[in-house]
C-alpha cells in the first residue's frame, strides 16, 4: 500500500494531459472563439516614430461598405481614465515620471505602431479594407532611438510637458564600495551592451469582447493575468468590478512574458464592444506583433569589478542605462525588467559592496514589455563575461575565480536585496565542469590548436527566480506574489483544482494533477484543473516569475491539507472511532486508518455524506468539501540555479564559430515531472542562443522597426541549435510542502556570457573582446581585426 508520505506521482516522467487534445487539433485558443454576431477589429498604426498628428481623415473609410464603426483617440479618451492607474503602476521608489496614456493616439505618435484609429467591421478582410482609406497626416518630429543621445540636455522629449526623457532613475546596492575599490588589486572597467531581443510566441495576441447591460464586460483574452487584467479594466473604464469578466482560454500558444503587461488594445476592444452592444475580435498579426511586444533587453552597463589578485570580487560600480522605448505598457512601463536586472546584477557571487546607478529612458521604440530572462538577459552577460575577462587579466583560470566567489551559506540576502533561499551553488558549478570534463577540454584544445584548430571552453551561472513573494511583488507590480488554489471534491469523488493563474503550456493540468494526486491518494486521472475564469477561480497575479510550482502548486498542495484534516474527521464519525487526522493515510481512493487498515473510507462516500447527506456529519460540522488556500514562503524570495557550458570551435577568417557541445546542470528543487523541467531547460537554452547570436529588433535611423516578419526577426530553427545535455542537480528548498521551485524564467540569461567566454577562449589573444551583443560571425570577425 503506498502511504501519503510515499511520492507515487511527483517526481514521474509522465506525458502531458494536455498534449492529446493539442496534438489532433482540438486545442481551444483564443483565435477558435468567435461570438455569434461578431465584429472584427483592424488598428490603423502609426507610420512615423515621432510626429504630431495634423489630420485624420476617416471619410472614405466610413462609406466602405461592411464597415460597423470608426474610432478615434478623442472620443475612448472622453470614455476613460488614461491607462497608467497605480494598481497597475511598479511602486519602487525612485525618481518616476508618468506618462498620459491613452488607448489611441490623440495628437502625437511616439513610436512606428502606435495605434490611432480602430475600424470596426462586419469581417476582418472589410475591416483590412477600410484601414487602408484612413489619411492621415502628420508633422514629422526629430526622432530619438539612442538612450544616450536621450540623456543629453538639449535632446527633444518624448513627453513634452517632462523635465528629461527619464522615466525611472534610482540607486541599488550596499556596503562601502569606495573602500573595496581602494583595497583593489586590479579594477576591470568595460562598457557592456546587451541588445533589444526577446521573445515571439508563436501565437500572438488575441481577445474577444462581448457585453450586455445586464452581466456587463466579459474579455476572452490570453492574457497571463486576467485577475489583475480584470481589476485594471474596472478601474480605467468606470464599471463595477461584478461587471467585468475575463476569461483566459484553455490553451495558449506561449507567453514568455509577453502577455503579462496591460497593453492599449484591451481598453480598444473593450470599449467597442460596450458602444455596440455585439461582440468584437481583434487578433494581433505577425507584424504588429514584432513591431509592439516581446522586445526586451536593450542596456548599457558601464561595469567596474574591483578584485584581489586571486580574483575574490571586493566590490562592483555600475552605471546602467536601459532603453524604456515609449514607456506606455501597463504594470511594467518599461523599467521593472530593468531594475530586476540591476537587483539580479550580482547573480551567484558573494560581493558586499555594490552600488548601482540605473537610468531608464524613454526614446522613440515600443515600450519594453516582459520576456523570459526577466531583465536578467543583459545584466548575467555583463557580470559573467567580465569574470572571464578578470581571469584573462589577472592569467587566472576562469573556474577558480568563479569558485572563489559563488555563495555558499543560505539564506544569502545580496547588497541589492534578493534573498536566495537554499541551494549547492558550488555544488552545482562543479557538476558542470565535471560534465564538460574541463580539464580534457582544456588538453583538446591544445592539441587542436597544434592542428590550427581554435576550441574553447567557457561557462555562466543563472540565479534565477523560482517565484517570488509578496515581499518582492508588491513594491515591484503594485501586486500580492502569494500562490492560490481552491480543491473542491465532488459527489462521485471527482477532485477539481481552480487556479487564479493562467498558464501558457508549461503543463499546469499535469504538475499541479500530480501534486493533488500524491496529497488525497487518489489517480491523476480523477483530478481535473480548472483555471483563467475571474468568475470562479481565487484572486492571483498570473503565470510568471516561476510561480507555478513554487507558488500555486504549493497553494493546491495546502489545500488539500485542509481538506485532509476536515475528510479524516469524518472517516473516524463514520467508523465509529476517535482518532487524530494523523492516524489517517490517504491511499487508493480511501481514508485509512492506520491502527487497523481494515478500518477505511472511500473518498466517494465522504463526499456523499458532506455534500449529499449532511445529517451524517459530526455534529457541528459544516457541509461540502472544498478549500481555498493562499501560500506565502516565509521567505521574500525563492532561487534555483543553472550552470551553463559550452565548447565551440571558431573560424578566425570568418567570424563564424560552431557550438560542439552545450551542457546545463539545472536545480528545480525537487522536480514534479523531470520531462517537463527537460523540456523547459531546452526551451530556454534554444531561446537564449536565438536571443544570443540571430533576434535582433532593429531599426534605421528614421525609427522604422526592420524586424517585422519572421525572416528579418530570425528565431533559431532545429538545425541552428546544438543538442542541449541536461545534468539535473536538485536541491530541495525547505520553503515549500514540497520542496518544489519554479523552472523556466531565467535559463536564457546564462547563454551569452557562455558563448562569449569560449569563444574568447578559443581565440586566445590579449584583447580581444566580445562586449556587445548579439555575437554574429561580423563582430566576432570585427573584434578580431581591431586588436
Keep these: 500500500m503506498t502511504t501519503a508520505s510515499e511520492t507515487k506521482w511527483v517526481g514521474r516522467s509522465i506525458r502531458r494531459r494536455e498534449d492529446p487534445r493539442l496534438l489532433v487539433g482540438q486545442g481551444t485558443y483564443i483565435a477558435d472563439l468567435t461570438l455569434p454576431g461578431t465584429t472584427y477589429v ?14 485624420i481623415d476617416i471619410t472614405k473609410a466610413e462609406k466602405h461598405p461592411g464597415v460597423v464603426a470608426i474610432l478615434t ?9 488614461p491607462i497608467i492607474i497605480p494598481a497597475i503602476r511598479p511602486n519602487l521608489g525612485g525618481e518616476l515620471q508618468v506618462p498620459t496614456v491613452y488607448p489611441l493616439a490623440i495628437d502625437k505618435v511616439n513610436y512606428v505602431g502606435h495605434p490611432i484609429v480602430a475600424i470596426v467591421a462586419e469581417n476582418k478582410y472589410i475591416a483590412e479594407d477600410a484601414a487602408q482609406l ?23 522629449k518624448i513627453y513634452e510637458e517632462w523635465e528629461s526623457n527619464i522615466i525611472w532613475k534610482g540607486t541599488l546596492g550596499n556596503g562601502d564600495v569606495e573602500k573595496a575599490f581602494s583595497e ?7 562598457r557592456f551592451y546587451g541588445h533589444r531581443t526577446g521573445a515571439a510566441p508563436m501565437e500572438t495576441r488575441g481577445m474577444v469582447a462581448a457585453y450586455d447591460n445586464f452581466t456587463g464586460l466579459t474579455l476572452h483574452i490570453n492574457s497571463q493575468r486576467p485577475h489583475i487584467l480584470r481589476m485594471a479594466l474596472s478601474k480605467i473604464m468606470n464599471l463595477p468590478h461584478d461587471k467585468v469578466r475575463v476569461i483566459a482560454p484553455k490553451d495558449v500558444g506561449g507567453a514568455f512574458g509577453t502577455k503579462a503587461a496591460i497593453y492599449r488594445e484591451e481598453f480598444i476592444v473593450s470599449y467597442l464592444a460596450m458602444k455596440l452592444k455585439r461582440p468584437v475580435k ?29 580574483g575574490k570580487i571586493l566590490g562592483i560600480k555600475d552605471r546602467m542605462i536601459a532603453d524604456s522605448g515609449d514607456g506606455s505598457n501597463g504594470v511594467y512601463m518599461g523599467f521593472v525588467m530593468p531594475w530586476l536586472s540591476a537587483a539580479y546584477l550580482t547573480n551567484a557571487y558573494d560581493i558586499p559592496n555594490v552600488h548601482i546607478d540605473l537610468t531608464c529612458v524613454v526614446t522613440n521604440k515600443p515600450c519594453l514589455s516582459p520576456s523570459r530572462a526577466f531583465g536578467e538577459f543583459p545584466a548575467r552577460f555583463a557580470m559573467d563575461y567580465a569574470l572571464h575577462l578578470v581571469a584573462r587579466e589577472l592569467k587566472l583560470d576562469p573556474r577558480e575565480v568563479f569558485k572563489i566567489n559563488i555563495i555558499k551559506e543560505f539564506p544569502y540576502v545580496s547588497a541589492t536585496g534578493i534573498t536566495h533561499d537554499s541551494g549547492d551553488y558550488v555544488g552545482a558549478f562543479n557538476k558542470l565542469l565535471e560534465a564538460l570534463d574541463y580539464d580534457k577540454v582544456k588538453q583538446e584544445q591544445k592539441e587542436a590548436r597544434k592542428n590550427g584548430r581554435l576550441i574553447g571552453v567557457g561557462f555562466a551561472m543563472g540565479a534565477e527566480m523560482s517565484g517570488l513573494g509578496s515581499q518582492v511583488f508588491v513594491p515591484m507590480e503594485n501586486q500580492p506574489g502569494y500562490g492560490s488554489a481552491t480543491v473542491k471534491i465532488d459527489t462521485y469523488g471527482m477532485i477539481q483544482v481552480l487556479e487564479g ?17 500524491d496529497e488525497l491518494g487518489v489517480n491523476i486521472e480523477d483530478i481535473y484543473i480548472s483555471y483563467g475564469d475571474t468568475f470562479n477561480t481565487p484572486f492571483a497575479s498570473g503565470t510568471l516569475g516561476n510561480r507555478g510550482a513554487s507558488y500555486t502548486v504549493s497553494a493546491a498542495v495546502l489545500a488539500c491539507r485542509k481538506l485532509k484534516r476536515k475528510m479524516t474527521k469524518i472517516a473516524a464519525h463514520l467508523l465509529g472511532i476517535e482518532s487524530d487526522s494523523e492516524d489517517f493515510i490517504f491511499s487508493n481512493r480511501e481514508v485509512v486508518w492506520k491502527k487497523d487498515t481494515t478500518k477505511k473510507v472511500k473518498i466517494e462516500d465522504i463526499a456523499d455524506v458532506a455534500i449529499l447527506a449532511p445529517t451524517k456529519l459530526p455534529q457541528g460540522m459544516e457541509a461540502g468539501l472544498e478549500a481555498t488556500a493562499y501560500f506565502e514562503a ?33 536545480d528545480c528543487g525537487v522536480p514534479i515531472n523531470p520531462m517537463l523541467v527537460r523540456g523547459q531547460v531546452h526551451g530556454g537554452a534554444v531561446m537564449g542562443i536565438g536571443n544570443a547570436l540571430y533576434e535582433k529588433y532593429s531599426f534605421d535611423e ?22 542541449i545535455e541536461m545534468v539535473e542537480f536538485n536541491v530541495p528548498t525547505p520553503y515549500t510542502p514540497l520542496g518544489t521551485k519554479g523552472k523556466g524564467e531565467g535559463i536564457p540569461a546564462p547563454v551569452p556570457a557562455t558563448l562569449a567566454s569560449a569563444i574568447t577562449d578559443a581565440i586566445d589573444r590579449p584583447g580581444f573582446k566580445l562586449l556587445n551583443l548579439p555575437l554574429t560571425p561580423e563582430s566576432i570577425w570585427k573584434a578580431l581585426n581591431e586588436i
Aim: hydrophobic share 40%; no cysteine.
Design 42 to 55: 483592424e488598428l490603423v498604426r502609426s507610420t512615423h516614430a515621432h510626429a504630431r498628428i495634423r489630420k
Design 73 to 81: 483617440g478623442q472620443e475612448i479618451a472622453a470614455a476613460m481614465k
Design 134 to 156: 484612413v489619411e492621415i497626416e502628420y508633422d514629422p518630429l526629430p526622432v530619438l532611438l539612442d538612450p544616450e543621445e536621450a540623456l543629453k540636455p538639449d535632446s527633444p
Design 184 to 190: 583593489a588589486d586590479y579594477i576591470l572597467s568595460e
Design 282 to 310: 481583434w487578433i494581433e498579426n505577425r507584424m504588429e506583433s514584432l513591431m509592439s511586444i516581446g522586445q526586451e533587453r536593450d542596456q548599457i552597463h558601464y561595469l567596474e569589478i574591483a578584485v584581489r589578485k586571486d
Design 501 to 517: 493563474d493562467s498558464p501558457q503550456g508549461q503543463g499546469h493540468e499535469t504538475t499541479i494533477a500530480q501534486a493533488v494526486a
Design 634 to 666: 516565509d521567505i521574500a524570495s525563492m532561487l534555483s540555479i543553472g550552470v551553463h557550458g559550452a565548447v565551440v570551435e571558431v573560424d578566425p577568417s570568418t567570424g563564424g564559430f560552431k557550438i560542439l557541445r552545450y551542457v546545463v546542470v539545472d
Design 702 to 723: 528614421s525609427g522604422q522597426p526592420l524586424a517585422t516578419t519572421l525572416m528579418e526577426y530570425h528565431m533559431p530553427s532545429a538545425a541552428d541549435v546544438p543538442h
